[in-house]
Nanobody, 124 residues
Framework: QVQLVESGGGLVQAGGSLRLSCAAS????????MGWFRQAPGKERKFVAT????????NYADSVKGRFTISRDNAKNTVYLQMNSLKLEDTAVYYC?????????????????WGQGTQVTVSS
């Protein structure tokens, strides 16, 4: 079992930046691809970014490409999401997720473990 805890969410003005962190504990963090997803009120959960275990490959939703960066520090069992140039439409609860394989995926159903989410609110 892997426990994931997100942090770093909050209220930020449009154009600002936030860095989300996701700390993993429990079962070893090794060989696990990670992803970030988000869910706005009344909408389904959507893919944001994903990274392989070795961090040699990443993938982003078109809506965040060029603004968000996913990274990981396996020594610290932590994955990050750096969010720059935030827009109103980035407002959502952001979830961290882990797969039991090293290969990234954009599909929520491919992930085995989920955090509780952290709220990101972008104001005008």
């Amino acid at each position: 079992q892997v426990q994931l805890v997100e942090s770093g969410g909050g209220l930020v003005q449009a154009g600002g930046s936030l860095r989300l962190s996701c700390a993993a504990s429990g079962r070893t963090f090794s060989n696990q691809a990670m992803g970030w997803f988000r869910q706005a009120p009344g909408k389904e959960r959507k893919f944001v970014a994903t990274i392989t275990w070795s961090a040699d490959s990443t993938n982003y939703a078109d809506s965040v490409k060029g603004r968000f960066t996913i990274s990981r520090d396996n020594a610290k069992n932590t994955v990050y999401l750096q969010m720059n140039s935030l827009k109103l439409e980035d407002t959502a609860v952001y979830y961290c997720a882990a797969r039991r394989t090293p290969y990234r995926s954009i599909w929520p159903n491919d992930y085995d473990y989920w955090g509780q989410g952290t709220q990101v609110t972008v104001s005008s």
